[in-house]
């Protein structure tokens, strides 16, 4: 069973641009989140979707992040404009009744923003 | 409001020995369940153990195993004969609700030869 997967790996860009992650869920899963993980701290949830609607957005500033998840399959991440306090990891997980803990989340790679 | 703490920012520990990493958590919801991750330098973030707030048994998945102590709501994780694969960033989580997951700060866990 292929995992979750996430591109780009690495970004960097200047503050003040914008960037776009991507992410594939694992098939069949319905439930897509994104976190934020800040250097020395645990993942912090921006969105939640299930299937393409959004169950939770109560952390993601929405003022210059945006999220989407179109045919609920996979889903982009954006920033724009980025700020430097953007630097972080970018994780992507999902979860459903596939297989295990409905409960149990499953996370990709991560990609690494910095903003310089 | 969920709340994680995990007061271990560092722990060392000779290979075969076991160790436990530390969890206290807060939430205001009777059902919730409990996780622990591993996060090696590789960036993933990987499912090692589950534990639910009904579960009467503490919950284990080979080396590992979670010491569940619900009325002090601790849930601390038990590493038995440490690998040095094991070395790692671990973190606590707990969710209630409809799949949400609160995640601590980590503790980071060196294992030497």
């Known amino acids: 069973e292929a995992g979750v997967a996430q591109s780009p790996r690495y970004k960097i860009i200047e503050k003040r641009q914008s960037v776009a992650f991507w992410c594939n869920p694992i098939s069949g899963h319905a439930t897509l989140y994104w976190y934020q993980q800040i250097l020395g701290q645990g993942p912090k949830l921006l969105i939640q979707?299930?299937?393409?609607?959004?169950?939770?957005d109560s952390q993601l500033p929405k003022d210059r992040f945006s999220a989407e998840r179109l045919k609920g399959v996979d889903s982009t991440l954006k920033i724009q404009p980025a700020k430097l306090e953007d630097s972080a990891v970018y994780l992507c997980?999902?979860?459903?009744?596939?297989?295990?803990?409905?409960?149990?989340?499953?996370f990709g790679p991560g990609t690494r923003l910095t903003v310089t | 409001a969920q709340k994680i703490t995990q007061t271990q920012p560092g722990m060392f520990v000779q290979e075969k020995e076991a160790v436990t990493l530390d969890c206290t958590y807060d939430?205001?919801?009777?059902?919730?369940?409990l996780f622990w991750y591993k996060q090696p330098s590789s960036g993933e973030m990987i499912f090692l153990i589950y534990q639910g707030s009904y579960d009467e048994q503490n919950a284990t998945e080979g080396r590992y195993s979670l010491n569940f102590q619900k009325a002090r709501k601790s849930a601390n994780l038990v590493i038995s004969a440490s690998q040095l694969g094991d070395s790692a960033m671990y973190f606590c989580?707990?969710?209630?609700?409809?799949?949400?997951?609160?995640f601590g700060k980590g503790t980071m866990l060196l294992v030497s030869p």
């Open positions: 997980a999902s979860s459903g009744r596939t297989s295990g803990s409905s409960y149990e989340q499953y």
């Open positions: 979707f299930q299937n393409n609607g959004v169950v939770d």
């Open positions: 989580a707990v969710y209630s609700g409809y799949s949400t997951l609160t």
């Open positions: 939430t205001s919801d009777q059902s919730y369940g």
